[in-house]
């Protein structure tokens, strides 16, 4: 009964915003991790960005200082705030949840595209 609804995506120019949205819907506990992930054509998932329960922060050395991860006050929700957009960012985007059973869920995916 747990879902994550992921939505914010689009086509945007380089140098454009986004801001995903990732909203976590059932009979959930607590949150652990939260986490977004990316899926470019012909690559493996990468982690962009991560955030605890305690709010510390991590970031893939190629995003930092344009992406910003962060949750909702109840922490039934994340984001990630995409600046500076640049072609090599586009991606299918996934949200990750790891509650404290521990159990994981995914995102459906929500398309990113920037074009040049």
């Known amino acids: 009964q747990v879902q994550l609804v992921e939505s914010g995506g689009g086509l945007v120019q380089s140098g454009g915003s986004l801001r995903l949205s990732c909203a976590a819907s059932?009979?959930?506990?607590?949150?652990?991790?939260m986490a977004w992930y990316r899926e470019a054509p012909g690559k493996e998932r990468e982690l962009v960005a991560s955030?605890?329960?305690?709010?510390?922060?991590n970031y893939r050395e190629s995003v930092k200082g344009r992406f910003t991860i962060s949750r909702d006050g109840p922490k039934s929700t994340v984001y990630l705030q995409m600046n500076n957009l640049k072609p090599e960012d586009t991606a299918v985007y996934f949200c990750?949840?790891?509650?404290?059973?521990?159990?994981?869920?995914w995102g459906q995916g929500t398309q990113v595209t920037v074009s040049s």
């Open positions: 059932g009979r959930i506990a607590s949150i652990d991790f």
């Open positions: 990750y949840v790891m509650t404290d059973g521990p159990l994981v869920y």
């Open positions: 955030i605890t329960s305690a709010d510390t922060t």
